[in-house]
């Protein structure tokens, strides 16, 4: 295996960002397509922006299930948001890093030389994953299109059986492997089994994503992150409503595991929430940054894929950052701030447990133990469990919102990362371009 | 086949023989952004089938060169110069007789509309075999002559019937409503909508097809019997009594009688036509049409840059609805409130807005995707120009201002929607006051065509001009007026609200009252119409008019009680879901809505003698179509020349 070389020293920038709340999916569709979602988020950030939409050269988009009637949400975003006739875009599927991976996409396009100003990011409407028609149902009534003639009619109508009736949510085959051949929350499952990770642990790791995003909420961490949306009622929309206040490891011991019933470890309590939501940043080559006079967030320094067994996709962060830390010669603790999107508690533990573990970094990481991570860096505000995993924007989310609290705090490095359904994991390498507090040098740009 | 060099030439259409023999007739009259169906036209019309006549085309095809439209009807300024007499007979006439013959040619016929088609223009289309709409959200037909007084004396009012049914085509021409190519090809009016890619194509092999003209199904067929005819009208006619009880509009029951009677032909029965054309109701609404003509142009004539992005400041029931009403007409519109959820409450009415008025789902969302929630303004340095209607505080008001004008973009200007205070005083509030204008408008925002665009001495004409354009990009009317209390709407209207309030004190009551005025000609009466807007407004602006003058002591009394007219449920009337309660008025006394009018002549003539509004015409026009002032009477101060010429 060829080990990627480091990445070129042109400074790919990130110049702002913002998402929608992110909506827990509930029973019926929700208020937002996928579409939706990214234009009422995309037109808000751009309109923060000392330039016109026209000064867009690109527009990329991950999105894992875009709708049959927008399936490349990239282009939708990019006409339906003003960019111009003129200017390309497209949708990335990398399952639940798409976001990243088309943050990915947007710096090689700036570092190609063929876009200057890209907005990239993700979208996601699970709530609006379609129900969809058994295989047997779909083939008889394209049999009974072809059919003429009354007596042909009527044989096929006894053809019908009640299971041909049944509906399959398209959701549901989404979030199963389908070369492993378990959901994804077993995965999960089998990294508790793995690392011997207790029921209790879990559903700490839980109470702790909700007591973190209600705080942040309640101290306005979110104001500027978060863009309020409106829906053809009326209706406001301005916070992640899935984050509950009243979340303590007591009552989440009450629910019941999910995918291994009756005996399994892994709830709904303690996994990711089904939401959908948006999120969108705008990258820029140094010569845009200069053109437009801009300040920007941050600079994405380097990014990093690895890939697993699926069975066990949810080490996918530990394949993914190790590496880069190893590239920039850091410890994980060198880093100020970690992003590590919580699939699953167990999946979180699992990654900080297998960093601890000497015998698992040798075998698969060919380094010793890197330590401890101090929990004080790790999501600070809050994590999918609390806020919610749209899948297309997930990757994007947590670039943003570590880019935001470096900002915030004053500090400088950051370390998003993500595992992807499939046997993946990513992540990206941030610092931060904001004047740091307490620091002796300004990061400022222009 | 007729070569091409003895195709005859003409000023006001163009005729080629075009693949299979059709006859290509393109309406283009000379010298006009639209057609017109004046003598000129008709005449090269009639000599079009007199060639045709001798070289036998296998169809014509009809259509219009003109991006604007097929055809805007009779030519309204030549019509209205010619009186009741002969020379108006002779007019109507020749278009029947033309499009009698037009319907009787020996070969098949279409027509091929785009845009407008009303009036003369759709009796045009009637006369032929075949019609095809271009599905496009401008393509509007119908027969608006009811507006102008008179009716449709071209066989529009015979063939309307005839083509899609009574039931339907009696509505339409007793409002003069138009309708849209979709609906149009629903009828029946049309034989198909068809997209502009196709339209050439389509016309051609349809005029061939051999397919028989369109009719109704047989049971609407029998409704235009003679006999049944009297029973379709009195139906009608039922209709139009609830809209006209008093009586004002002569047209429409001229045209039900003209309609029964002889179906529609007005050579038939000249004294139909004679009696309208005389009537000074048909005189005083085409005048009024002319008026908004005129208004119209001062918006056309500004040649204004086109505005493309606004910022509104302000999401309550006007600021939402300007916002709404801007992306509507294809702006980029940012609307910016402190509290998040009036903007969220704006834009859910404004969806509700664009479901209304535009074609489909698409254009819908084309048009939420331009109305942008934008709580921390970050629209202010991107628009071309701020309206804001905050409340009506000069210190609110000043304070914007301030935030505003530094990060204006250059050349981008302010326009207030205040209703009282002085812009002069506002205009205090920038550095740059002559980029300050007044843009009045009325409320509901969609319904009312006015808008006042208020002028001071230090505005800057080009951010005069490009207002009058943006008002005109709007779809509105605007009626510039100087810088003055009440400004000329408000100004005319309280002093006549205020009366009304009087003659309550006087122990009159309100139904009474307003029954007075409505038989009069208003739309409303006083006592409801300041329900409507709220009696706390009618003070605060009776207050600003009349100086320290005594408010009448029924407005003291409901708003000492909290009653504020509709929008608490109880003021002059009580009020439930939005309708007023109304008593029956019993007899109306004499001389008493004279007695009311008067204040509103009055203040109307003051504001013409002091300059407020540039002359009568202007003032007329602005209360007609701010205050729906019965505009059969063509207007305040037409109503009453002589005191006018008295008074100088």
């Known amino acids: 295996m060829i080990a990627p070389n480091a990445m070129s020293s042109q400074a790919i920038y990130v110049v702002d960002g913002a998402r929608s709340p992110f909506l827990k999916a509930r029973r019926e569709p929700g208020p937002f397509s996928a579409g939706e979602l990214a234009v009422q988020t995309g037109r808000a950030l751009l309109l923060r922006q000392p330039f016109a939409p026209t000064a867009v050269d690109e527009v990329i988009l991950g999105c894992a299930a875009p709708a049959a009637d927008e399936t490349n949400i990239g282009r939708i975003l990019a006409l339906r948001l003003g960019c111009g006739l003129d200017v390309p875009g497209y949708t990335v599927m990398r399952n639940c890093a798409s976001g990243m991976q088309a943050l990915h996409a947007a710096m090689q396009s700036i570092r190609e030389g063929r876009s200057h100003l890209v907005l990239a990011g993700g979208t996601e409407a699970m709530s609006r994953a379609p129900v969809m028609l058994d295989d047997a149902m779909v083939r008889w009534l394209a049999r009974w299109s072809r059919a003429r003639g009354l007596r042909r009619r009527l044989s096929l109508l006894r053809g019908l059986r009640p299971r041909m009736f049944r509906p399959v949510p398209a959701l549901l085959k989404g979030l199963h492997d389908p070369v492993a051949g378990v959901s994804m929350g077993q995965t999960a499952e089998n990294l508790a089994h793995a690392f011997s990770i207790p029921r209790t642990a879990m559903d700490a790791f839980a109470a702790r994503s909700h007591v973190l995003a209600h705080r942040a909420r309640v101290r306005h961490v979110f104001e500027h992150e978060i863009i309020p949306l409106v829906d053809e009622r009326g209706r406001l929309y301005d916070h992640d409503d899935g984050v509950r206040e009243d979340s303590t490891p007591g009552r989440l011991a009450r629910l019941r595991p999910v995918f291994d019933p009756p005996w399994g470890n892994i709830t709904a309590g303690n996994s990711s929430q089904v939401t959908d939501g948006a999120a969108l940043l705008l990258l820029a080559s140094e010569a845009a940054i200069e053109r437009h006079g801009l300040q920007p967030l941050g600079r994405i320094v380097d990014v990093h894929w690895a890939a697993l067994d699926p069975a066990i996709m949810g080490l996918g962060p530990v394949h993914a950052a190790s590496p880069l830390l190893q590239r920039h010669g850091l410890g994980l603790n060198d880093i100020d701030i970690w992003e590590l999107n919580e699939a699953f508690a167990a999946q979180v533990l699992a990654c900080l447990q297998a960093w601890q573990d000497e015998d698992w970094c040798r075998q698969h990481l060919g380094q010793p133990a890197l330590g401890a991570l101090d929990m004080d860096r790790l999501n600070v505000d809050g994590g999918a469990i609390a806020l919610g995993h749209p899948v297309g924007a997930s990757g994007a989310r947590i670039v943003l919102h570590c880019l935001n609290v470096l900002r915030d705090r004053g500090l400088s490095t950051g370390m998003a990362n993500i595992c992807i359904g499939g046997g993946q994991g990513g992540a990206m390498l941030l610092q931060s371009c904001a004047p740091s507090a307490g620091s002796d040098t300004q990061e400022a740009a222009s | ?648």
Not at chain 2, 99 to 122: E, N, Q, S
Not at chain 2, 367 to 395: F, K, N, Q, S, T
Request: with cysteine; charged share 20%.
């Open chain 2, 1 to 648: 086949m007729t070569p091409a060099s003895d195709m005859p030439r003409f000023h006001h259409l163009s005729l080629a023989l075009g693949a299979e023999g059709i006859a290509w007739l393109g309406l283009d009259m000379a010298d006009s952004a639209v057609n017109r169906l004046g003598t000129p036209l008709l005449q090269e019309l009639a000599q079009v089938l007199d060639h045709l006549g001798r070289h036998r085309p296998t169809a014509m095809i009809i259509f219009s060169a003109k991006p604007a439209g097929f055809c805007a009807g009779a030519d309204v300024a030549e019509f209205s110069r010619m009186g009741a007499g002969e020379a108006a007979q002779a007019f109507v006439a020749r278009g029947w007789r033309l499009f009698d013959r037009l319907a009787d040619v020996p070969w098949p016929t279409l027509a091929l509309i785009h845009g407008h088609c009303l009036g003369g223009g759709l009796e045009l289309a009637l006369a032929c075999r075949h019609r095809l709409a271009i599905d496009q959200p401008d393509t509007r037909m119908g027969l608006p002559e009811v507006r102008l007084g008179i009716l449709p004396a071209w066989g529009g009012l015979m063939r309307l019937p005839r083509l899609i049914g009574a039931p339907a085509a009696l509505p339409r021409v007793l409002s003069g409503g138009s309708t849209g190519a979709r609906e149009a090809a629903r009828l029946g009016l049309v034989d198909a909508a068809v997209p502009l890619r196709l339209a050439r194509q389509a016309a051609a092999q349809h005029v061939l097809a051999g397919v028989t003209a369109h009719r109704p199904p047989l049971w609407l067929r029998t409704l235009n019997h003679r006999r049944l005819r009297p029973l379709v009208a009195r139906r009608a006619a039922k209709a139009v009594q609830r809209r006209d009880p008093h009586g004002h509009y002569p047209a429409p029951r001229a045209m039900l009688e003209l309609w029964q009677t002889v179906e529609g032909n007005p050579l038939r029965t000249p004294g139909v036509m004679a009696a309208l054309l005389q009537s000074p109701v048909t005189g005083n609404l085409i005048r009024v049409f002319q008026l908004q003509e005129r208004l119209k142009d001062i918006g056309r004539q500004a040649r204004a840059e086109r505005i493309s992005q606004v910022h509104v400041v302000g999401a309550g029931t006007m600021g939402g609805g300007i916002a709404a009403w801007c992306a509507l007409r294809g702006l980029r519109v940012s609307l910016q409130d402190a509290n998040p959820d009036a903007i969220a409450r704006a834009l859910g009415e404004a969806t509700q807005l664009f479901r209304r008025r535009l074609p489909d789902a698409l254009a819908v969302r084309a048009a939420r995707d331009r109305l942008m929630p934008d709580p921390h303004g970050h629209g202010v340095p991107h628009a071309d120009v701020i309206i804001e209607a905050v409340p009506e505080d000069v210190g609110i008001k000043h304070a914007l201002y301030a935030a505003l004008e530094p990060r204006l973009q250059p050349g981008a200007f302010i326009a207030t929607n205040t209703s009282s205070l002085p812009l002069e005083q506002l205009g205090e509030g920038l550095q740059a006051p002559q980029r300050l204008v007044g843009l009045h408008f009325f409320n509901p925002v969609a319904q009312m065509p006015l808008v006042e665009v208020i002028t001071t001495t230090a505005l800057d004409a080009g951010v005069f001009a490009r207002t009058c354009g943006l008002v005109h990009q709007l779809g509105k009317l605007p009626l510039p007026v100087r810088s003055s209390p009440g400004f000329l709407v408000n100004a005319v209207l309280t002093p006549y609200l205020l009366e009304a309030m009087r003659c309550v004190d006087e122990g009159m009551r309100p139904a009474v009252i307003d029954e007075a005025m409505r038989a009069w000609g208003m739309p409303m009466g006083p006592l409801e119409l300041a329900d409507t807007v709220g009696l706390d407004v009618a003070r605060a602006v009776g207050e600003l008019l009349a100086g320290d003058a005594t408010l009448p002591t029924s407005l003291r009394t409901h708003l000492d009680a909290q009653e504020l007219g509709r929008k608490s449920g109880r003021g002059f009337y009580t009020w439930k879901a939005g309708k007023p309660e109304r008593p029956p008025a019993g007899p109306v006394p004499d001389g008493l809505a004279e007695r009311l009018v008067q204040p509103m002549v009055d203040t109307a003539r003051d504001c013409v003698a002091r300059g407020i509004v540039a002359d009568a015409d202007l003032a007329d026009a602005g209360i007609i179509f701010g205050t729906g002032f019965a505009p059969f009477r063509g207007g305040p101060l037409h109503d009453n020349p002589q005191r006018f010429e008295e008074a100088q």
